[in-house]
């Protein structure tokens, strides 16, 4: 999901030459030492996404994921997050051991941990200052500010223990959580990826059977991305990383993802177009919400997302010449820094919707604002990568000059 794990993955997969367009595992590398950009394309978009709906009734949201899909561009986060993780983490335990592997992932969680409590301090005081100078943008009242900053005897300890799950700042918690269970994920799966994936499958359907959460202490008292059901979209992902070019797909099962995807598109934008022009679209009553459960993954949401998924794997080379347009390229920049970025589109949501709340929401300045923010995030990217590879080129003259 985040930066660490825009690695590659020569050392833990046999090498090949040409894209196998039967297989979803394929969503790996072409080549020993060639990074597949797909991943980092499709990561960077789902923060775009991501950074477009957080903003409260925009007209630009109609045209983000969500709106042709059951799913959105949380699904493809964390499935390319469970994907990613086993890319980077696999090879520590084959070269360093059990413990090194263990310890490298933990350090990784209580680096995201400390992300998410300066992240949720920053995304606070942003709320709190637009109430104090007399604004109530929609996403205050959406996050419940008063909730976890009124008592104050107890405010800090629920942020501390994760049960503040104010809007905005719900999915580092869930993915810190999954993180967790990395280390038993990946020591399992190499065994049999069925060791895992199987109870994997099992809790997920006891979740949404009996609505098994976690407690939080804003909005519905429960977690928004219930890591008990969003759990198996990630296991999924370790688990195709993990057997990437072992497992032959039937071609009928490409056939089956495109019927999905088409009927899944049907639907979500039958659903959309009732609600603009009922009475011409008054046979479509019966077309439920596109909004399937988000909490507990309901089963809509990932079949749609895994037909998204298959399409692509067969359909886009790692290499695929789109990656390499311009557009392509800035995207695929911010995937590759993706923690950063995250924290940027949620840093950046409070003011956007602040200045469109009190200066003017109309379709120009809406535009204007997403578009300040996506220029952001390309910028910022772009900054990092320029420090990271001057901090590389340091590092390779200090070792020529030693």
Known sequence: ???????????????????????????????????DLRLDFFRGLALAFIFIDH?????????????????????????????????????????????????????????????????????????SFTLA????????????????????NQAILRVITLTAQPDLLVILPAYIIMLLGLPWMLLLMRRNVLLWLVPSGMLYL??????????????????????LAWQFL?????????????????RMLVVAAFILAAAACFVAIGGRLYGLFPRFL?????????????????????????????????????????????????????GQHSLEIFCLTTVLAVPGEWILDSVNYDLRMQFVVIMTGLLLMT?????????????RGRQGLRTASA
């Open 55 to 127: 903003i409260t009734d925009n007209v630009i949201a109609r045209f983000t994921l969500h709106s042709f899909a059951f799913c959105d561009g949380a699904e493809m986060f964390i499935f390319i997050s469970g994907y990613t993780a086993a890319i980077a983490y696999t090879p520590t335990f084959d070269r360093q051991g059990v413990a090194r592997g263990v310890a490298r992932i933990y350090r990784r969680a209580w680096q995201l941990y400390i992300a998410h409590l300066f992240l949720f301090v920053i995304v606070a005081a942003e709320v």
């Open 282 to 334: 008054s046979a479509l009553a019966w077309i439920p919400s596109p909004y399937f459960d988000k909490v507990y993954l309901e089963p809509e949401r990932l079949l749609s997302f895994m037909a998204l998924a298959v399409i692509v794997a067969d359909r886009l080379g790692p290499n695929a010449g789109v990656f390499h347009a311009r557009l392509s390229r800035a995207v695929i920049l911010c």
């Open 206 to 227: 006891l979740a949404i059977t009996f609505e098994w959460n976690l407690p939080a202490s804003t909005g519905p008292k429960v977690w928004f991305f219930n890591p």
């Open 234 to 250: 990630f296991s999924t992902g370790v688990a195709l990383s993990l057997s990437r070019g072992r497992i032959p797909w039937p």
């Open 379 to 391: 910028g910022y990217a772009a900054l990092l990568r320029w420090f990271r590879t001057s901090d």
């Open 1 to 35: 999901m985040f930066s660490e794990m825009s690695l590659h993955v020569g050392p833990i997969a046999p090498a090949t030459t040409a894209f196998n367009r039967r297989s979803l595992a394929s969503l790996s590398m072409t080549r020993e030492g060639t990074r």
């Open 133 to 152: 100078y007399g604004f109530t943008p929609p996403i205050a009242k959406e996050m419940a500010t008063g909730e976890y900053l009124g008592i104050q």
